[in-house]
């Protein structure tokens, strides 16, 4: 790529001089960048750039990127080789004060078969693969393995977490009828999404920045989907490229894609493309965040920071808005999408349309006036508006308001799905699948393996359920199977009271 | 205005003699005052001033007091100059021994972005405001940052406090419904509250004796409301007179007050015109509230400061009736005041009349019959009587009820509300505006700053809670936006069983 | 008494022979009394008294009765006077291996204001009455002073402590809808109960052994009721005789008293002509407890004792129905005691007759067909049948049900009302009056200021609420104060199955 | 039996040689098996057959197994006696570095009444049997007083425990509404089950693996319920053989018998002639569990054995459906079983056929249609399908929608019910009676003696309830007794969506 210039060396205080918004150089894994024209595209925002400007970044870089994603700078960005000593081995960070141990740290303490532990069972100690018996237990250990920033921002939620708790609540509240004395000896979960074949009812919900919780991030990934033969939709965040993320799977395996439509349509058309040429299948167009939602946990995590970095002499920032990962991620989403750029991101990418994030029976009947193929309800995993209504309240929303539009597109649903049987559930209510989010981000601090681990469980759990309730194949269930009185009460039948036509009464003195 | 006797010396022994209720002065920054008239109407109750009678009661005055309120005895009730060795500086006190350290002994341990402590996470030090994201973590921040007895004053509820918890738990429980794909790039949330601009839906509910928490006390909030365009309420009891707040703020700063009708209706009917002639906008009279409310934190901190003192020797009271702040403060209060009282609170003050504390439909009708020009939907943030209704139970109440006093009135609520998302909730459902008070208190905990860094907060909330429901404007809210269904099986519809007509049999025997 | 043989001494041998089931003496404050015939009609049960057999049992006696009762036994059964060197000087009873310090033992902890404490507020210590605020605290304290034998008896429930719980949870529920600008200036809430006159509408409901708690028991309620204006309902199980108690207030105070019929009616005919005689007012037949419920607290106390017994070679108790107190004390209780009893027991006191436990719509109605005076909803405080309805349910499914019997009779209530809005609550919807049990046995560990206080307390609750209601008389209040709705659908409207008629189908084979 | 071959010794080295799945010997209580044919058999599953392959295998099997029970081996399966100096101790077994200490040892801690201990209340006792009041106090003890393996065996229920939590929450939500004023002298609660006598309306459900907690199992499980007078239903997987139990209780004592049908059809014909020829009374066919629940406490303490069994250097387990006994025992189940199956059970037993496991109405009217005897209404204690409704939620379904079933057939219950009053609940609404499974269990810490122990607290604690309910034979038992409205809006009324016609509509592109 950068052959022309690779004679040329640049001293690391000639790097230092270009240290400002106007001038800004960054040494990564020994090649100096300028990334001046790049700090308000930055989808992690400008700030964490300048804090690097005129350094060696390469390991805040490797922290959340993939080692090839720079390459994606233009050529003529690339101003040389940093002369150093020993150039692969990263100099001090200008963070390194605040840095928490890299994940490879952590993990170093995990028990492994082979490296026996004095104390096997200590509170500290990450469990072997073995030991996880199903998803909740994912979470307990990722909060132990990962690195309180990655925590954070994985598992992080709106505000006072109520829309986040409801989501898993409401799906518990379901209750089962199973019937008995049917043959169960064979059991077939095989279902088709968006028609394409998946060995089992759920794909993976997107999820940014998989690196923070194992350097193989959305690699792992999309290697563990393929051995399970399921789905993975990729996040417009992910820490590789889409290229590498789909060269780690095979060419049968089938790719969706997370859309947040940028502010500068040409960056999303140009993304349509790259996209639809790498093979993938299908547009998820994220509709339930034109902003970030406020995950206080995260800012916290990111002000915790901030103060300490102020109190030892630095800045004293006065940001308003927040700087938690995920606020800083959404700041170059377009807020003015609205039905109508539907046809032209459909158009543009030549795939199947999915509205991820349709909340309300209302906006159901829209996507089927707008032809989508399908919607996916969702609310952001309670990050986006939190007191937003659970998932599976909005999918008792349709079936009451609006049942027609399961005739007219696929209908998936996440939030809260842990367990085989909450799969289930949903299935019977009329979901085509359901997507898993939060879960296999946490499987990754066993790699690869991990998100087969977490696979299998679910699958083996799913099989246990559809054999215990009775039936064989996933055209079985039916609503007859669920008990839903425990919360359908909840289920709006829309609107109940009209607008008021306030009359500001002018003060009779 | 004193000026005649300031040549006038009085030692300290002559001041000890005027001890008793027939005949009782105090000092107060070197001023000796004859308080003996005064005794009775004292809004802080007779007992506290007794306590001091004879003494230098500087310390004691300044914790709740403004300097300058004491100015508004009648001159000749000043007696002269106390002859002293350091005139200003304070003696002890007579409850020198049960104080608490000064507010501002305790914000000393406040850290600061220029100080650096040296362990900045350790538990008792109250965090740099830039850690403050959302209302609830003041309260936290609060509880340290007080003394007690202002902290038990400020949070304290009427008995069990349930009213109090369910203000806030039916508010959470209130689904929003997002719509998505609108364009929400321009969001304005501007709204008039009786014809005022204020550049948001909430305005900041009246509070008492505001210095208790910080000294600038009812002058930082009305500084901080002004610089962000929203509307305070002064309170009855705030520490500093009407015109030193009103005087904090630029002419055209708009304020309501909050009026506690006196027994002594004169006083009222001169304290309506002090309020006109300081250019307030709006007479909120409280209505929920003849009598206090019984707040047993409140009262129990009191208690504790009696019996510590009976234990060490002092007189052994046996006040039936509590002695709280909030008690001592409520026994000036009419409790003969009725509806047609409140032509004569017009004409005597010529502004708007607010009714502060309407907990039913029925009575959101009378006061439209009565020409009011809003209503106050408020159970005094849960502190007057237990087991109330939840205020947002009484807007739906209304919705149901009788959706037509939306056109003839205003209507405000507070009570729970400390999230953006909380404020969209009430106004989507009907009101005008919500009043927040609670969190405005513990705002001051940061002074005049922590006034704007709180309103900014709920701005910014708002805002994001506005785009993630799809709307731009207040007036696109609406209760379509809002599932109720959670609550509203607690919605009255009035009038459901017959008084009884009890026939008091006589026994057969 | 038993001058006649006053002269005659007994030594202490000669007492321990009499010391079986068939020949069993007595001592008790120096006097021997032959308790052969007695021991099957003990109310306590046989074994206590078994356990003393031959011996001095002074210390057992006065822990739980008055002097005075054991001078009911006729006079052919005292034997004469002990011989000892110090009469007077109870002996080591023979339980003391395991009795706890006597109350009197536990008040001597408690902080008065005359004897300074050196840490007053360390968490054993009884803190001043003036610190009791409310009923609740009441129990904290009596929990503290009490020994863990009366506490046991006093505060346990039937088996789960569900009834109990809900009892107190669903008076809670109820809300208050206050009315608002009423001139509330005067309020009285004095009541006709019965015909007779109560300073308020609340009365103390029978409760069994205040001499546990304090040593002027029953007395000391007699005497703090009289000076505050209301009434004690006498429980068929005090400490102390009827004419003590009776005696201990002025001859114009009514007193109510609570009948167990004993299974040997004569016994019943006698206590009631006794009852009468005394010029007690009315009597509450007791009908939810034809037996004992299961106290496990309480049982549990008594196991405690019996197996630290068994375990130093004392006997190895089986009994398998349980030896609380609770248990012990109804063993005499009639079984069979119906409907039609009730006329006789009309006759036989001449007194108005109330049936305390009434728990269904269905007895209601028979109530008023009997011609009974008065109904108590009552569930014995939770201590009869564990999974009753809440006492407040039933006061609502009457109003449902049949409205017409508050015409007929007069319909009080116990069983969770511990506030002064709790009491209004239950006016509102219909009851006379509401009786208020254990937080008057715990005021006990004050003694007769206790139950002024606590009265005062509950009065001065009830008068804060009513005027925060906007009522000035009880006679004002009425349903449409009270929203109902988040219990009324727990509320029966009678039998919705028809019982089934099983088939015991015969097996086919 | 074996007498042929008693004169052949093995020696250690010859058994340690048939180690392998093709060549399989054990030693047990001396005698040397060949159990090659018999590995993929055993009901507890192969593995833990391996692991005690060509080994000393006697403390592995005492732990679950009577000694009898190895005899049922066919006879040339026996190979010898085992030549060890002292044959009858058990050599150390493969496991013995994970194996807890025998119940036998941990019940070595029991206080008892002749053996003082020096702190008889320390946490860690056993109390005597006389300390247990009720069904819960059993559970406390037993998870002291059991292996961690026993306890989690015991105790687990499937995945997030919901249902096995909600079977007990909606009993205890069932509100009783008591009469009064009835003659309740004479009790009786004696029962017709399947036409036999019972002295209660509850039996013994039936629970696997009794010697876990005590040597003497199920046979104590015999004499005790025989004592009592109440029939025991015995589990498939019980520890001793059905002879040993049936024999352990007089002729007349009648026994039921849990089936479930192998996979291999003509094991479960031999085994129903077997229980006919017992004298079994009837067939509880499970329905309820096709293939095992996850239990993951259950699995968890497996888990834990074999992580540290691979940690030490053995086998990396990579079983990913679970290896709790529950787990093992499930593997020769019949997946493939239907309602046209129960005819060949029935005519091959000659016995009355009850259905373990009915969930729906649906199910209890095919039940009535197939021509069952009973049906046990039963989610298996919460152990199969997580998220199944409660128990006493489908007894409430099938009053509501086909009451007409129990005309047809008797209908039995089991899950959360621990009290007397619990069973009574159950029985006015329509059963004939109540499975107690779990209670009976943790019981036998104190062998026959804890059965029976606490088959007199049921039967007290019902007889109570009747009386205090006012009722005094089961017959009067009815549903206006009860009041279920807290729970009854979660009863279904049936299908209330119809299954969605999915059109996988072809993507537009």
Sequence with gaps: MAEAQETQLITLSELNRHNSPQDCWIAVHSKVWDITHFIREHPGGPSVLLKCAGTNATASFDEVHAPDI??????????????????DTPATPPDSEVS???????????????????????????PPMEAVLAAPDLAVIAKKALTPKAWAFYSSAATDLITYGKNKELVQRLMIRPRVL?????????????GFKSRAPFFISPTAMARLAHPDGELAVARGASNEGIIQCISSNASYTLKSIVNAAPPEQPFFFQLYVNSERQKTADLLRTVRDLGIKAIFVTVDAPVPGKREADERAA???????????GESSKDKKGSGLGRLMAQYIEKALTWDDL???????????VLKGVQTAEDAKLAVKYGVDAIMLSN???????????????????????????????VYID???????????????????????????????????????????????????????????????????????????????????????????LSKL
């Design 70 to 87: 720079i390459e994606e700078l233009p050529k003529d960005k690339f101003k040389g080789f940093l002369e150093q000593p020993s150039p």
């Design 100 to 126: 928490s141990p890299p994940p490879s740290e952590k993990r170093s303490q995990m028990a492994s078969s082979v490296d026996v532990p004095a104390q096997p069972e200590e509170e500290d100690v990450i």
């Design 380 to 410: 952001h995993g309670g990050r986006s508006l939190d007191g937003a209504q659970a998932s599976i309240l909005v999918l008792l929303e349709l079936r009451k308001n609006c049942p027609e539009v399961f005739e007219s597109l696929e």
């Design 343 to 353: 046809e032209w991101i459909r158009e543009t990418s030549g795939l199947p349309i």
């Design 182 to 194: 049917r043959n169960v000896k064979d059991v077939s979960f095989e279902r088709d999404i968006l």
């Design 303 to 313: 002000q915790a920071i901030k103060i300490r970095s102020a109190i030892s002499g």
């Design 415 to 505: 939030g809260g799905f842990e367990r085989g049987s909450d799969i289930l559930k949903a299935i019977c209510l009329g979901a085509t699948a359901v997507g898993v989010g939060r879960p296999y981000l946490y499987s990754l601090v066993y790699g690869q393996d991990g998100v087969e681990h977490l696979t299998q469980i679910l699958k083996d759990e799913l099989e246990v359920s559809m054999r215990l309730c009775g039936i064989t194949s996933l055209d079985q269930a039916n609503p007859s199977l669920i008990n839903t009185l425990d919360i359908e009460h909840l289920v709006t039948s829309g609107d109940r009271f009209e607008p008021i036509s306030r009359m500001h009464r």
